[in-house]
């Protein structure tokens, strides 16, 4: 259907010029037809229907709920209440604030070397930090070596954590009458498909940004970062990789089983690699972990080591919350 | 006054602390009370980068084979902001997932309002 200021050909037969690119070059150039509209918007797949009925009934709950929580010209115990409340935490509120501002007041000024807070521990770690654990980075030769026992238990924190958020909000397939399972209504149905802008750019950037998380953690030991921060960072490119591209995609990538068995074993690669060197070092035995030159990044013993398993942790723990907090499945 | 006026960051630390409280003690949705308890948390952290700031010194990455007392800050309150960032996150992840709970049981963040529904229930 030739509209207006549609570009013809003289040479070829219309149907054979159609296809070609100048066609659809001058098509666009004359404003005929935009290639966006109807491209890239977003769209769901279903459209949702409201169901006028429960809206109502809801909304009419709601209203008689809010009269009676806050009738407050009927309820004078209510109003009384509410007010001598507000009074009572302004004034709580302000008095904790100054209390604990005095104490600022009174507390050693900051900046100076020669607080209680700089006694000797800090001090043993900066000068021979280097040497017991073989990281350039102090603070995390401190959390990996000194303290490991202390990182390993924030690791089961958000492993515990992880857990406690899929037993609340794990959505149960439901058994129907004939045995077979209903299926449970997820947002995938309803997921955009075609968002051209975000899969662009997602595209460019999830590799950048989880090859970006890989070397933050491998370079734990040698420069600012380590397993905490380089995991949530590749935790952040696998949720751009999923509101881009949809479960289908990552669905390949990364169930409920690849959680189950990546946290499960890096917490015990760490559990085991710890346990190894506490023993040694309890019972005074050479350890036979060589801490390489510092500097290197096949250096520091078994930090790295730690490192990578605490990374794999946080990165699983990230990108279940999301997945836990959007769907209630994987 | 004492050293209030060089403790600055320690008592801007006190005051975000005291505003996350109030929000805790002043607000009815569950979720601003989450927000009050994260941005208590923020408060902790100021405190400790506060208290382990040394004028003058860098991070204690040694560089260039460095290693007096002298010339870094003190290493232990980054560690003790890490446990606690990770701790954070956890503990808000939990209290969101019992909100959408609570929320998914009575339709309402206001807690005023599921405690009436509990009580019209007989709880």
């Known amino acids: ?330 | 006054m004492g050293n209030l006026l060089v403790n600055y960051g320690e008592a801007a630390a006190m005051i975000l602390f005291v505003i996350g409280f109030s929000n805790l003690l002043l607000h009815k949705n569950l979720i601003k009370k989450i927000i009050g308890l994260n941005i208590m948390d923020s408060a902790i952290y100021l405190f400790l980068a506060e208290k382990g700031y040394i004028a003058g010194r860098t991070v204690p990455i040694v560089v260039d084979g460095v290693q007096s007392v002298e010339a870094y800050i003190n290493p232990i309150p980054a560690g003790l902001v890490l446990t606690g960032i990770v701790v954070s996150v956890s503990v808000s992840a939990l209290m969101l997932s019992l909100t959408i709970r609570l929320y998914r049981r009575y339709h309402t963040l206001d807690l005023d309002e599921i405690s009436t529904l509990l009580k019209k229930e007989g709880v």
């Not at chain 1, 280097?130 to 603070?139: D, P, R």
């Not at chain 1, 990552?250 to 890096?266: D, I, N, P, R, W």
Request: glycine share 8%; net charge neutral.
């Open chain 1, 1 to 330: 259907m030739p509209g207006r200021g549609m570009p013809m050909s003289r040479l070829k037969p219309r149907s054979e010029y159609e296809k070609t690119g100048s066609f659809r070059f001058w098509r666009w150039l004359a404003g005929s037809r935009d290639p966006y509209v109807g491209e890239v918007e977003m769209k769901a797949q279903i459209p949702k229907e409201p169901r006028e009925l429960t809206i109502r009934e809801r909304m009419q709950e709601r209203q008689e709920l809010l009269t009676r929580v806050y009738d407050i010209e009927n309820n004078k115990k209510i109003a009384f209440f509410h007010r001598i409340y507000v009074l009572a935490a302004v004034v709580f509120c302000l008095c904790f604030a100054g209390i604990l501002v005095a104490m600022v007041s009174m507390l050693p000024p900051t900046g100076e070397a020669d607080r209680p807070v700089n006694n000797e521990v800090p001090a043993r770690y900066i000068e021979s930090g280097l040497q017991e654990t073989g990281a350039v980075n102090i603070v995390t030769g401190m959390i990996l070596d000194y303290r490991a026992f202390d990182t390993f238990g924030e690791s089961n924190v958000l492993f515990a954590a992880t857990t406690t958020v899929l037993i609340l909000l794990h959505e149960k397939k439901k058994k129907r009458e004939d045995g077979t399972f209903e299926e449970i209504p997820s947002d995938r149905l309803l997921e955009p498909k075609q968002d051209a802008i975000l899969q662009a750019s997602a595209t460019v950037l999830v590799p950048v940004i989880i090859l970006f998380g890989i070397y933050v953690i491998l370079n734990g030991h040698l420069s600012p970062g380590g397993g905490f921060s380089g995991g949530a960072i590749i935790g952040a490119g696998l949720i751009l990789y999923l509101s881009a591209f949809g479960f289908e995609k990552t669905e390949k990538l990364f169930t409920e089983k690849t959680y189950k068995y990546v946290s499960f074993g890096a917490l015990t690669t760490y559990c085991l690699a710890k346990s190894y060197s506490f023993f040694t070092g309890a019972n005074h035995l050479e350890s036979h972990i060589p801490l390489g030159t510092p500097g290197a990044i096949l250096s520091s013993g078994l930090i790295l080591v730690l490192n990578i398993c605490v990374g794999m942790v946080v990165a699983c723990t990230m990108y279940t919350f999301y997945v836990m907090f959007r769907k209630g499945d994987f």
